[in-house]
C-alpha cells in the first residue's frame, strides 16, 4: 500500500472524503452500530477475538455481533430504553461487553462505559448524573453496586457464578438470549450523542463528554492513518474500553474500517502482551507509554532471538522518550508513534503512519490530525511563534472534523472564542508540529490515566481522621507519576502508618484503583492564597525535590 504525503492529503482533505465511506451521512445522521458492525456482516468475517481470563479463547463474526446486538437492543425496546438513554456496562473485556455497546448503539441509546476499577463513589455518581437506565454487570463486579445510592435496574451476565443474594437478578442470557435477531437500526443526527463519557477535572467532580455520532468521521481518519490500519492488519489495542481510548481505538474504530479488534481479558503484565503479540500474530499495535515501559523494564523475559509479527506501533497518554523509541525498534521490531488526545476531542496531533511527514521528532506529538487545525496560543490568546511555549488549541473554526459540544452539564467552558483550550502546554516547532512540556493545570497522569485531584482530595474527605488534603502527581520512572496526598488529620487521630494504609484503601475502594494515593504524607497545615485555595504546585514541587533526591 503507498502512502500519500501528509501535507498535500491534509490540504486536499474535506469530511465529505470520509463521508462517502458511511451508510448515513451528515445530514440524514447515523446509527453507529450499522457503520461498525452491519456494513461488514457476510460471510465469517470476524469482529472480535477474545482471550479469556478463565473462559476459553474465541471469536464472534460481524454476523454473530450483528444478530446479538439485535436480541440485546430488543431486551433495551422492551423495558422502554431507547433513543437518548444511557445504557451502562461495568464487565471486563468479555464478548458480552462488546454486544452491550452494539445493542445499545443500534436501539439509538448511549452507550455509557464503567471502568471495572471504579469504586462505588465513582460510579454513583457517574449513573445519577447521567439518569443511566440500566448497567449490565457480573458476579465480579455486581457487589460494587450494592452501595450505590439509586443504583438503576441490572442485568447479570453469567448469573450461575454469582452469589446466593444476587438470586433474583435478572440473567443477561434468560432475559436476552430468546429475543428475536432482528432489529431496524435507529438513526441518531450526526450531533446526537452516541457515548456519554466522564473526564478528570482539578475542581469538583468529573465532567460530562456526550460524543455525538459525527465523531465517527474522526475516529476513522486517526485509525486509517496515524494508526496506519490496513485490511490485512492484525490490530490490537491494550487500552480497556471502560476510557476513551479503548472504547474509540479498540471498539468502534477498528471495526469501523472492518477490522478485527483484540480483546484480553487479563490485566496487563508482559507475559500476557508477548504471549498475545505472538498467539495473534499482531502487526499493528497500540499502547498507552506505561504498557511499552513496562515491557521495556522487563526486557529480560525475551529470548536474544526472540521475533514478533509488528509492522507499526502507536501510542497515546504521555510523550514517549528516546530510550522507549528505540527499545520498541530494536525488540519489538517496528517503528512507534507518538499521538495526542484527549476524552473530549478523540485524537487531534498525531505523527502518522500512513502518511508521508518530512519530520517526526522523538517525543513529538506530531503534526494536526486531517480535519483539525491545532495551534498553540500565549495567555493573551495569540498563536505562538516558533521556539516558543503555550497553550494547546484548537482552532474550531477551521477543524471540520472537530466535535466535542461542551461539557454534558456545562461544568466547564472550555472555550475562548474560536479556540478550544485543552489545557496542556506545548513548545511550537514553527512548522505545524508541537511537542508537550506539561499541563497548566494540576491534572495527573498516572500509568497512562488521567487523573483530577479534586476526586481524591473529596474521597479522603469522606474519611473521618481527614481534615483537608492537597494530591498531586510526584515524579516516578515506571508510571510517569504516581498520586502523592498530603493530608492534614483531626485532632483526635494520630499521624501512623496504620492510619496511612486506611487513607489508601479507603479511597481504593471508594474511587477506583488507579486513583489511590501510593503515598500519603501527613502535614499540620497545607499552603494555600490569601483566599484559601490549595496551592498545589508547592506540594508539587516539594515532590519532585523528594523525587530528584531518591533517583
Excluded at 504525503?5 to 446509527?31: C, V
Excluded at 477490522?259 to 496487563?268: A, K, P, R
Excluded at 499495535?285 to 522487563?298: D, G, K
Aim: aromatic letters at 10%; one cysteine or more.
Amino acid at each position: 500500500m503507498t502512502t500519500e504525503n501528509y501535507q498535500t492529503y491534509y490540504d486536499q482533505f474535506t469530511p465529505a472524503m470520509i463521508e462517502e465511506q458511511m451508510i448515513g451521512s451528515l445530514e440524514e445522521g447515523f446509527n453507529v452500530c450499522e457503520e461498525i458492525c452491519d456494513k461488514w456482516a457476510e460471510g465469517d468475517r470476524v469482529a472480535l477475538k477474545y482471550e479469556g481470563a478463565e473462559r476459553p479463547a474465541s471469536e464472534l463474526t460481524f454476523v454473530e455481533l450483528k444478530e446479538k446486538s439485535a436480541q440485546f437492543a430488543n431486551f433495551l425496546a422492551s423495558q422502554g430504553i431507547g433513543k437518548g438513554d444511557r445504557v451502562a456496562a461495568l464487565l471486563p473485556r468479555t464478548p458480552e461487553l462488546l454486544i452491550v455497546v452494539m445493542g445499545a448503539l443500534r436501539a439509538g441509546a448511549v452507550y455509557q462505559p464503567l471502568f471495572t476499577a471504579f469504586g462505588p463513589g465513582a460510579i454513583e455518581y457517574r449513573v445519577l448524573q447521567a439518569d443511566t437506565k440500566l448497567i449490565v454487570t457480573d458476579p465480579a463486579n455486581r457487589s460494587k453496586l450494592d452501595d450505590v445510592r439509586g443504583c438503576p435496574p441490572t442485568l447479570l451476565v453469567n448469573k450461575a457464578q454469582a452469589d446466593a443474594k444476587y438470586a433474583d437478578e435478572r440473567d443477561f442470557m434468560a432475559e436476552v438470549g430468546g429475543l428475536s435477531a432482528e432489529f431496524t437500526p435507529v438513526r441518531i443526527g450526526a450531533d446526537d450523542p452516541f457515548l456519554q463519557m466522564f473526564t478528570s477535572g482539578t475542581v469538583g467532580k468529573s465532567k460530562g463528554v456526550a460524543v455525538p455520532a459525527r465523531a465517527i468521521l474522526s475516529f476513522y481518519i486517526y485509525m486509517r492513518f496515524a494508526v496506519g490500519l490496513r485490511p490485512e492488519d492484525t490490530y490490537w489495542n491494550v487500552a480497556d474500553p471502560g476510557w476513551a481510548y479503548g472504547l474509540y481505538y479498540a471498539v468502534v474504530g477498528p471495526l469501523l474500517l472492518g477490522n478485527t479488534t483484540h480483546f484480553c481479558e487479563s490485566g496487563f503484565t508482559p507475559e500476557t502482551t508477548y504471549d498475545m503479540l505472538r498467539k495473534y500474530k499482531i502487526t499493528n499495535l497500540a499502547a498507552a507509554p506505561t504498557a511499552y515501559r513496562l515491557l521495556m523494564a522487563n526486557d529480560n523475559i525475551l529470548g536474544p532471538d526472540d521475533k514478533f509479527d509488528l509492522r507499526v506501533a502507536s501510542s497515546a497518554g504521555e510523550p514517549l522518550n528516546p530510550e522507549v523509541i528505540g527499545w520498541v525498534d530494536k525488540r519489538l521490531g517496528c517503528p512507534v508513534m507518538d499521538h495526542y488526545g484527549q476524552t473530549e476531542t478523540g485524537m487531534t496531533a498525531c505523527n502518522h503512519h500512513d502518511l508521508e511527514q518530512d519530520v517526526v521528532r522523538v517525543g513529538s506529538m506530531g503534526f494536526s490530525m486531517p480535519g483539525h487545525r491545532v495551534v498553540a496560543l500565549d495567555a493573551d490568546y495569540n498563536e505562538i511563534p516558533e521556539g516558543e511555549t503555550g497553550q494547546l488549541a484548537v482552532d474550531v473554526d477551521n477543524s471540520p472534523l472537530f466535535f466535542f459540544q461542551g461539557y454534558t452539564w456545562q461544568e466547564k467552558n472550555p472555550f475562548h472564542g474560536k479556540y478550544y483550550l485543552t489545557g496542556d502546554v506545548v513548545m511550537s516547532h514553527g512548522d505545524g508540529s508541537y511537542s508537550f512540556t506539561g499541563r497548566d493545570d494540576d491534572i495527573i497522569t498516572t500509568a497512562g490515566y488521567r487523573v483530577g485531584p479534586a476526586d481524591v482530595e473529596s474521597t479522603l474527605l469522606e474519611h473521618d481522621a481527614v481534615a483537608e488534603s492537597g494530591v498531586i502527581g510526584k515524579p516516578d520512572p515506571k508510571r510517569g507519576s504516581i498520586i502523592k496526598a498530603y493530608v492534614v488529620i483531626k485532632p483526635e487521630f494520630d499521624p501512623t502508618e496504620e492510619l496511612a494504609e486506611a487513607l489508601k484503601q479507603h479511597v481504593r475502594n471508594r474511587l477506583s484503583t488507579h486513583a489511590f494515593p501510593r503515598e500519603i504524607e501527613f502535614m499540620p497545615e497545607l499552603p494555600k492564597t490569601p483566599s484559601g485555595k490549595i496551592q498545589r504546585f508547592i506540594l508539587r514541587n516539594q515532590a519532585r525535590d523528594e523525587s530528584d533526591a531518591s533517583s
